[in-house]
């Protein structure tokens, strides 16, 4: 074999390629992105209703975590989403919509702008698909299970055309053949589309569980169909609409209706009792296991303020939020050190990323040892932790808050069983 050093001096294109292995074997030679071996269990306290505070450290980070938690199916406390208000857009600080919805508790919760980018129901009502894919959270019903992954809501309608697929609900206008959504929630940031066949539907009745609890269910009448180059008003109804340049198909399950007939529109987020539910990316923990990215571009993979949802093997929801950026205080986390904190230390079976940054925002509705002393955006409660430094620790707006509340939803009724 000749020597490395003689091709070199003779090739100078071997001198690249050597390069390139020297490079990649002092990339296998760097430390593994710094874990958060070193975190550690600081201060707890007792919120009330079955919900504990705890206080997380790291002195080499500096690192401060704050973790709510509570057990579903045996404390008082449940889970809930909250909106910032009753239609589309909204946006408020994390505490205004705690307290709105007179919780124990909160967090913020999904990526957005004027609404959440993934899917959100609450109470039963799917408030909109989402203009993106992610991840979702979800506790059911009853308060005895928690599911956290892809759950992706699927919406159908059936009636005298047939059943057919609802591309999308509240969640943009209608691509080739779709047939999408709108209802009162999505306000004024979602109208039916021009040069479309339209049905706008009148609710005929609340709620109901499809069978086993897969779906929920909801009974309309025809109100009108019409297919113009102007959209179709919802006049509070709701509205399904498909192009007019769709497949002839397509446009039959519109065009074909007509005033009093009855259709039935489900939606289900691909789990079982199932009425609330809340979006994020990516998820961090699955069956236990790191699965949080290593390397990846963009704003979201450097080391910042992190909020997240998880849930560990005895049934413990788990609402965690690390503060960064302030020196002295917490440098935030990568996403990967967020994953191995929610599976090392909280021995989360399954976790997802909210979002982070300035909008990580823990608050809570009683005044404790646990208190930042930055201002909160309501008059009852505070922040727990340093929320929005670069903004002078002004609660930042944002488009939904994961809740904890100190009993049952007074807002969730039990829907009955239906067709």
């Not at 109470?123 to 928690?146: C, I, K, N, Y």
């Not at 909008?359 to 929005?388: D, R």
Request: hydrophobic share 35%.
């Amino acid at each position: 074999m000749r020597p490395i050093a003689g091709l070199l001096h003779r090739r100078p294109w071997a001198i690249a390629i050597a390069m390139a292995i020297l490079s990649i074997g002092w990339l296998l030679a760097l430390p593994p992105m710094p874990s958060s071996a070193a975190m550690r269990l600081d201060k707890t306290w007792t919120l009330g209703s079955g919900v504990t505070l705890t206080r997380w450290y790291d002195p080499t980070g500096p690192i401060h975590a704050f973790v709510l938690k509570f057990k579903p199916d045996a404390a008082p406390a449940t889970f809930d989403v909250g909106m910032p208000a009753e239609q589309l857009p909204g946006e408020a600080p994390t505490s205004r919509i705690g307290a709105s919805h007179r919780a124990l508790a909160a967090v913020n919760g999904d990526f957005g702008h004027d609404r959440p980018y993934h899917a959100a129901a609450i109470d039963g009502v799917l408030w909109q698909t989402g203009p993106m894919h992610g991840e979702a959270f979800s506790v059911t019903a009853a308060e005895r299970a928690v599911h956290v992954g892809k759950g992706r809501p699927r919406v159908t309608a059936g009636g005298p055309t047939g059943t057919f697929r609802i591309a999308r609900w509240n969640s943009g206008s209608p691509r080739g053949s779709e047939i999408v959504g709108y209802s009162p929630r999505g306000g004024s940031l979602e109208d039916p589309p021009g040069n479309a066949c339209s049905v706008r539907m009148k609710q005929q009745d609340r709620a109901y569980w499809t069978s086993g609890k897969e779906a929920i269910g909801r009974t309309y009448s025809v109100d009108a169909v019409r297919c113009s180059a102007d959209p179709l008003p919802e006049q509070d109804m709701t509205v399904l609409s498909v192009r007019e340049s769709a497949s002839r198909r397509q446009l039959r399950k519109i065009k074909g209706l007509r005033a009093g007939q009855t259709i039935r529109v489900r939606w289900s987020m691909g789990w079982p009792n199932v009425l609330d539910a809340i979006g994020g990316r990516p998820m961090l923990v699955e069956n236990g296991r790191n699965v949080a990215p290593t390397s990846c571009t963009g704003p979201l993979c450097g080391k910042h303020p992190r909020t997240g949802l998880g849930v560990d093997a005895r049934g413990n929801v788990l609402l965690v939020v690390v503060d960064g950026r302030i020196d002295n205080w917490s440098i935030g986390m990568y996403l990967n050190q967020f994953g191995g904190f929610f599976a090392d230390e909280l021995n989360a079976t399954f976790a997802m990323n909210l979002d982070g940054g300035g909008s990580a925002t823990m608050w809570a509705a009683k005044n404790g040892p646990w208190c930042s002393p930055k201002p909160t955006g309501v008059t009852n409660g505070c922040v727990v932790n340093y929320a929005n430094v670069g903004e002078n620790f002004k609660e930042r707006p944002v488009e939904n808050a994961a809740l904890i509340l100190p009993g049952p939803d007074r807002g969730e009724q039990p829907p009955p069983s239906g067709p």
